[in-house]
């Protein structure tokens, strides 16, 4: 039984497919010596290491160029689309591919930005199982539609020291608990950034009372409604917390480094593989391990997506394609390389992959799938910016 994998349409675009795509092999010839400019996150070493590698397989194999554009939001990239279409340039952008999920697909796509739909033809594409996971078919409550492939996935986990603490709390309520009896041991990174954005949508998750309002748009009418217990729970929350809530970490980086300095009790990650790569890398002590609660933890899918403008669709194509091959993604799921959980479904792989996905090592502080319980979907994405401009109307200082 495999212990470390995930199981794990079509819209309208500005510039789309004719109604039969053309033959993969076209695609394959249009490709070769195209230059594709991916635009990704370029904050972690390891992740940059796997791109680069990504590149070196796309040029031998396919004879294409693929340029990584080191990004440090990805709204820049968002917003360089944005202003080119503004400028009239619909067919000669600066981006062919995007490393993209929630909002930022979403104004892509509502927008008219995107090429596609195209992930449901590539040929990899059929080793994914969409019923296996929501948020392979609904980005952040956006419908994908073919307009993005995926290539990884993530769910938030807590790392804790046994040392420390045994019995860590395993809910929100709970947490709050924990920092009342344990003042300064328990914070969470500032939104907007991210993995703190993701902090205030697990709390809100938990504690509303209305949980079916998450999943379609905000409104000024729903807003003060589902998350009144929030505000309420981070007012209590803050004054035993960290810094007594007058600074928050910037990231899942610096409560790691918090943990092992030992000014907090509980740090997380949305990289199941966080805790271990840490310890391997001897940032954190051994006796650090990872946990997500009792009913369940937030997880998404990453995606790359196509620019309506790109002048390398084919190219694009081809190296999605790729991101979304066995080999690619055993590659990025092995801990010493990245440790990102795959999207493929197993029992579609051919034996010698899935041989090779059960063979994988698992860090001494990763969580099995069992473990990893519950995925919880994403909210609409328009609760994002709302969520955001309210934590920072009320807390930001």
């Known amino acids: 039984m495999i212990k470390y994998f995930v199981a794990g349409c079509l819209a309208t675009s500005f510039l789309a497919f004719a109604e039969t795509p053309p033959p993969w092999g076209e695609t394959l010839k249009d490709a070769e010596k195209q230059t594709v400019y991916w635009n990704a996150w370029g904050g972690a070493d390891n992740i940059n ?42 067919t000669n952008g600066s981006i062919d591919l995007i490393w993209i999920n929630g909002e930022n697909f ?123 217990p929030l505000w309420a729970y981070l007012d209590e929350l803050h004054p035993v917390a960290w810094r007594q809530g007058s600074s928050f970490p910037s990231g899942a980086e610096q409560m790691m480094r ?62 999605a394609d790729f991101l979304l091959s066995p080999e690619a993604q055993l590659k990025k799921q092995h801990p010493t390389t990245w440790g990102d959980l795959s999207v493929l479904t197993f029992n579609r792989l051919p034996k010698k992959y899935q041989t090779a996905f059960n063979d994988l090592p698992r860090g001494v502080a990763t969580l099995s799938i069992e473990s990893l319980g519950k995925s919880l979907p994403e909210p609409h994405g328009s609760w994002v910016e709302a969520l955001e401009k309210e934590w920072r109307k009320r807390y930001s200082r």
């Open 49 to 90: 290491a796997y791109i680069d590698w990504v590149a070196k397989r796309v040029k031998e194999d396919y004879k294409i160029t693929l340029k990584h554009v080191k990004l440090a939001d990805t709204a820049d990239a968002v917003s360089r689309v944005l202003a080119e279409k503004a400028a009239g340039n619909d």
């Open 258 to 319: 918090l943990l092992d300095d030992q000014e907090i009790d509980i740090a997380l990650s949305f990289d199941v593989s966080a805790a271990s790569v840490q310890i391997e890398q001897g940032n954190l002590p051994d006796t650090v391990r990872s946990y997500v609660f009792e009913n369940g933890t937030i997880g998404n899918t990453h995606f790359v997506a196509i620019p309506y403008n790109s002048a390398s669709t084919a190219g694009a194509q081809v190296v």
């Open 106 to 228: 979403r104004t892509l796509k509502n927008n008219n930005l995107l090429f596609g739909p195209f992930s449901n033809n590539l040929p990899n594409y059929r080793y994914v199982d969409e019923s296996s996971r929501t948020s392979l078919t609904q980005d952040f409550g956006t419908k994908v539609d073919g307009m993005e492939s995926p290539w990884g996935a993530a769910q938030v986990i807590f790392m804790h020291d046994t040392e420390i603490l045994v019995e860590p709390p395993k809910s929100i309520p709970s947490l709050l608990d924990y920092a009342k009896k344990n003042p300064g041991r328990i914070t969470y990174p500032e939104p907007p950034q991210f993995l703190g954005t993701t902090f205030l949508k697990q709390a809100l998750i938990e504690l509303t009372n209305h949980p079916e309002k998450l999943s379609a748009p905000v409104s000024d009418a729903n807003f003060t409604l589902v998350t009144e």
